[in-house]
């Protein structure tokens, strides 16, 4: 049985974080606007309120999928209208990467070699599209955080992400995020491009990012788990119990018995 963690919803939640220039919640997800603003500002990217920001936090190496991230970031920002901002630390061939890329995009990427919370915080409520492309992720939280700032997520679909992530489906309207199925660089660049091209129809962006901040992801929802599977294994507990007993008394006196008890 595999149960999800559960995430700091007192400490993660935009409606009383005060690390994000203005609260919100999924009622007046509009305000997000002015975290993304301030976003930019501290990034010193273009100030381009309708230009969607791709964040990426944690850490830079091969096993949160940054090999998948070298190849399809130069293709990305040149063919497609969005904003990078990455802050993590990690294997130093990506730290060169992205400072290069960053050169090449000044007013388009951002990195931040460094993790604080405060920072996290600001990111994940200021960006539109969270990525999350890991090559395996026994769990994951970072995309649980995002989800609750109303940041969509774009995952690997593997371990705890396909658990936490549904893949957004337009014939039905149904799912959160955007999955891909193969480890693949191709498969992440086309799950990047469904999510700018469904950014562009801001009516079904905003029930997107509705749905992922009613997300339940607390500990109490995955308390509720635990105790429900503990209950059940007692129960089996109970059960093979019973049946040492009967093998135990040899299969007349266990027959007898049942006999009694109908």
């Known amino acids: 049985f595999g149960i999800l963690n559960g995430i700091d919803t007192e400490l993660y939640d935009p409606a009383t974080d005060p690390n994000i220039a203005v609260h919100f919640d999924a009622t007046n997800i509009e305000a997000r606007a002015a975290n993304k603003a301030a976003l930019q500002a501290e990034a010193k990217l273009a100030q381009h309120p309708e230009m969607p920001i791709v964040s990426i936090v944690g850490r830079l190496i091969d096993q949160k999928g940054f090999d998948l991230i070298n190849a399809i970031a130069d293709p990305l920002l040149r063919h497609n209208g969005c904003q990078l901002v990455v802050m993590g630390t990690g294997e130093m061939r990506y730290h060169e990467m992205l400072n290069a890329l960053a050169a090449r995009y000044p007013e388009r990427v951002a990195v931040f070699l460094t993790f604080t919370r405060p920072l996290e915080q600001r990111i994940y409520a200021g960006s539109d599209i969270f990525l999350m492309p890991s090559r395996f992720e026994p769990c994951g939280l970072n995309q649980m955080v995002a989800m609750r700032y109303g940041a969509v997520p774009v995952v690997h679909r593997v371990g705890g992400l396909a658990d936490s992530v549904s893949d957004y489906t337009p014939e039905t309207g149904e799912g959160?995020?955007?999955?891909?199925?193969?480890?693949?660089?191709?498969?992440?660049?086309?799950?990047?491009?469904?999510?700018?091209?469904?950014?562009?129809?801001?009516?079904?962006?905003?029930?997107?990012?509705?749905?992922?901040?009613?997300?339940?992801?607390?500990?109490?929802?995955?308390?509720?788990?635990?105790?429900?599977?503990?209950?059940?294994?007692?129960?089996?507990?109970?059960?093979?119990?019973?049946?040492?007993?009967?093998?135990?008394?040899?299969?007349?006196?266990?027959?007898?018995?049942?006999?009694?008890?109908?």
Do not use: N
């Open 176 to 262: 959160h995020g955007f999955d891909f199925a193969t480890y693949d660089a191709m498969a992440l660049y086309t799950a990047l491009i469904r999510a700018l091209e469904t950014y562009r129809h801001r009516d079904i962006w905003r029930q997107l990012v509705r749905r992922c901040m009613a997300v339940d992801f607390s500990w109490r929802r995955s308390a509720v788990k635990y105790v429900d599977l503990y209950h059940r294994a007692l129960t089996i507990k109970s059960q093979s119990q019973k049946t040492l007993a009967d093998y135990a008394l040899g299969p007349q006196a266990a027959a007898r018995r049942a006999a009694d008890a109908a």
